[in-house]
């Protein structure tokens, strides 16, 4: 009974400082009320407590701590099984104890009144509440030499510092999460050099306090610190990738509102001065025989660095904060969004004393016990975005590799803005203790969106980074991860595939780079394509699996076209056939298409050919015309058009309502990445097949007329393949027929005179 997690009604996310172990459970409830009573802006924020009992305690001896508002899952199974406690449980359990129950969602009066009690010690709660301030112990020393920031990084603080940017906080989250970066930093250092760190002595760990009186926020860490030369560098120009896309972002002008751009990406360090009139930073570089430096600028064009004395090893950043921004100065609130977002730092985050996270390492944790709450959480602290997942995944394993990794989809990415090449956002832990930040090659290329954590015992801690990289190991990992993340991904678009729309609508470029890029694994990537079909409506999208499980018995192919849009692939001359037989064809409206399908050759042991291909032939069985009339008539076209122009001239056995068509044209995609690649090669278009259907009035007419009026049915001829060309997708530029069109006009209008 006592190993129970008791909860109270109604909670909110605040963290209160741990009750040491020797106060029953009723005096940790009292103490709590009484640090509430003098502290309104803990009772107005606190409505309900946690108590949590160590689990093997049998007595009230063993409450662990009065904690948090954010539930403690996964702390005793047994006895979570009949349900989360409320504050009634807490309240019949200290009846049971002989307690009286203090109920500190009750008004001051009340609780006053139950402190009453002569087990009550005020100096235990006096000792609870008084606070640890960070003092600003250092002093410069030497005198400060003024620098100016680069220019990107004064356009960059200007527009922070003034931009009416309604979700200030974020600044916390930014510099908590450098600060354990640089503790993460330091970790890995101390794990894989034998060099000497300064201070090794300190704890690692991070440390923020809120002065209501002075107006000020201060965070130290313990970390790698900076020297001198690291100082200029990193907080005198925009190293972060994030900032650097928000400018140019703000620079393009592509309607994109700023406030959306800031949340998106952040603003790292910079976006101190959101909030702060002044930075100062204190830092000292963990190697040993570094100085201590004095940073400090108020945001403006300017910074200066001075030597300072009685600079502890890692950083300790202070914001003097403006007017509008004191809120950030109030324990209460600053509390609550530290405690929302410190969960997943791997060291203990305290703030003004009290330690506020517990650390959770959730990738080994058991799945079930890894609540959806913990996941958003993790997301967001280990992918810096401010949105939400669409998809997660955890995949252990013991053999052949000892492998735990949770992986995220994202919603959102930042290439389709065009932003340039997202960095990979999966980090590499061995045993909890992270060795590398953002691996490459852990995951396909492709599939740099994925955010997430592997961690595996098997990772040889001493080998360099680019080593790392390189080893079989991670190519096994890739290969497996690869597989495992498309079959999930899969399985969940066929749960939700209206979901999956939307996220493919993103996403869908991946994907096909996927295919293109994979060549082990393309059947199965291509599983996750979605493209509109002729047989589905505007806007729906169908899969390979789909198309292939709707196929008729005898289709042996899957087929494709690719137009600029449905309009256009609807009027294909080639669609008429595949209509007239009820055979499905998927519609694709990017040129990338094409040499994506080409790359993947096959889905389902089905062939995957563009409509227009020789291949594609539905009537391939039908017999040629032998009618004399219409093959002297090809031959008459493929001389009059000459073999710079076409390879050859057909006659069609499937062409019915349309008068020409192109036979396995070259591929317009192909086309557009010759161009790009050497523009004056790919400039003429290679000759062509022309495929065409005698009994079209226009080629019965041709035939009649060619002998008597050559000039014009020379015309007639050339006009009928542009035609053609244009139906393929290969007419270059329409502006070089207009001669001929107007005297082919001016030819018909002649003729009605007559
Ligand atoms: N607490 C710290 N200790 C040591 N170095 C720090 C600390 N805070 C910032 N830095 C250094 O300053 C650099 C710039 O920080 P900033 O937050 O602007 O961007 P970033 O952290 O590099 O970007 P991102 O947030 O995308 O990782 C960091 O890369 C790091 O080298």
């Known amino acids: 009974m006592f190993g129970r997690l008791l909860r109270p009604a109604r909670s909110v996310p605040i963290v209160l400082r741990n009750v040491e172990r020797s106060y029953s459970v009723a005096s940790s409830l009292r103490t709590f009320a009484r640090a509430s009573a003098n502290r309104p802006e803990l009772t107005k924020q606190t409505p309900g407590v946690f108590v949590r009992f160590s689990s093997s305690s049998s007595s009230s001896k063993g409450a662990e701590s009065v904690v948090t508002g954010e539930p403690v899952s996964g702390f005793n199974k047994e006895d979570e099984e009949d349900g989360p406690a409320t504050a009634e449980d807490v309240a019949r359990i200290m009846r049971d104890l002989g307690e009286t129950p203090v109920d500190v969602t009750k008004d001051r009066a009340a609780q006053m009144e139950a402190m009453d009690d002569p087990e009550f010690k005020l100096e235990d709660a006096e000792e609870m509440i008084k606070e640890e301030l960070i003092e600003e112990t250092e002093t410069a020393t030497g005198p400060a030499e003024k620098r100016d920031f680069q220019a990107e990084t004064r356009k960059l603080l200007d527009i922070v510092a ?55 926020f201060i965070i130290q860490d313990t970390g790698i610190g900076m020297t001198e030369a690291e100082l200029v560098e990193n907080l005198g120009t925009i190293a972060h990738s994030g900032s650097k896309q928000f400018l140019n972002e703000l620079t393009d002008d592509k309607g994109v509102s700023k406030d959306g751009i800031i949340g998106q990406f952040g603003v790292g360090f910079y976006s101190t001065f959101m909030v702060g009139n002044k930075v100062r930073v204190y830092t000292r570089s963990s190697q040993p025989g570094h100085k201590g430096y004095r940073w400090e600028s108020d945001g403006s ?36 969004i530290v405690s929302d977002m410190s969960n997943f730092v791997s060291y203990p985050v305290s703030i003004n004393g009290d330690l506020v996270n517990t650390v959770k390492a959730i990738w080994t944790m058991p799945k079930n016990e890894v609540t959806e709450e913990m996941h958003a959480g993790f ?19 013991d053999v052949p590799i ?10 959102y990415h930042s290439e389709k803005l065009g932003m340039g090449q997202t960095e990979p956002g999966v980090s590499l832990y061995c045993r909890k203790v992270l060795i ?121 192919m899957i087929y494709f076209i690719t137009a600029p849009s449905r309009a256009v692939a609807d009027e294909s001359p080639y669609m008429e056939a595949f209509r007239e037989k009820d055979i499905e064809v998927l519609y694709m409206y990017e040129e990338l298409d094409e040499i994506v399908m080409q790359h993947l050759g096959e889905f389902g042991k089905k062939r995957v050919v563009h409509i227009s291909s020789s291949e594609a032939n539905l009537h391939k069985d039908t017999p040629e015309s032998t009618d004399e009339k219409h093959l002297d008539l090809a031959k008459w076209m493929a001389e009059s058009l000459g073999k710079d122009v076409v390879k050859d001239v057909k006659i069609s056995t499937r062409l019915t309502k349309a008068p020409v068509g192109i036979v396995d044209p070259t591929s317009v995609g192909m086309r557009r990445m010759l161009q790009m690649i050497d523009s004056d090669r790919a400039s003429k278009i290679p000759p062509q097949t022309l495929e065409i259907n005698p009994s079209h009035p226009i080629l019965t007419k041709l035939n009649s007329v060619r002998a008597d009026q050559p000039d014009v049915a020379q015309r007639v001829t050339r006009q009928l393949l542009e035609n053609a060309l244009i139906s393929a997708g290969l007419c270059e530029d329409p502006r070089t027929m207009l001669e001929r069109i107007n005297l082919l006009l001016e030819d018909a209008l002649t003729r009605g005179d007559k």
Do not use: C
């Open 436 to 556: 590398q930040n953002n691996v490459k090659k852990i995951l396909p290329e492709w599939m740099r969106f994925v955010k997430g954590v592997v961690d595996s015992a098997d990772i040889p801690l001493n080998l360099s980074r680019e080593l790392l990289q390189d080893s079989t190991l991670i190519a096994r990992m890739r290969d497996l991860f690869g597989d495992k993340i498309v079959r999930e991904i899969a399985k969940q678009a066929k749960k939700d595939p209206a979901k999956y729309s939307k996220w493919y609508k993103d996403f869908g470029s991946f994907v096909r780079e996927g295919i293109v890029t994979e060549p082990g694994n393309r059947e199965r990537i291509a599983t996750l394509v979605r493209y509109e079909s002729s047989k589905k409506n505007a806007g729906e999208l169908v899969g390979m699996q789909d198309y292939v499980d709707r196929a008729l018995p005898d289709q042996d």
């Open 301 to 336: 064009g300017s910074y200066d660095i001075s030597e300072a004395e009685g600079v502890q090893r890692g950083t300790k950043i202070i914001i003097e904060l403006k007017d509008d921004s004191k809120e950030f100065s109030e324990l209460g609130k600053v509390r609550t």
């Open 379 to 397: 997301y967001r602290f280990i992918s810096g975005d401010y949105q939400d997942y669409t998809y997660m995944y955890q995949f252990n394993t």
């Open 162 to 216: 003034h931009s009416l940017y309604s979700d200030r906080k974020v600044f916390i989250r930014e510099i908590v999460s450098n600060a354990s970066d640089a503790l993460e930093k330091l970790r890995y250092k101390q794990l894989t050099n034998n060099d000497q760190i300064s201070d090794s002595d300190l704890p690692l760990e991070i440390k923020i306090s809120v002065d209501k009186e002075k107006g000020l």
């Open 402 to 411: 000892e492998i735990k990794s949770l992986f995220y989809i994202p919603s």
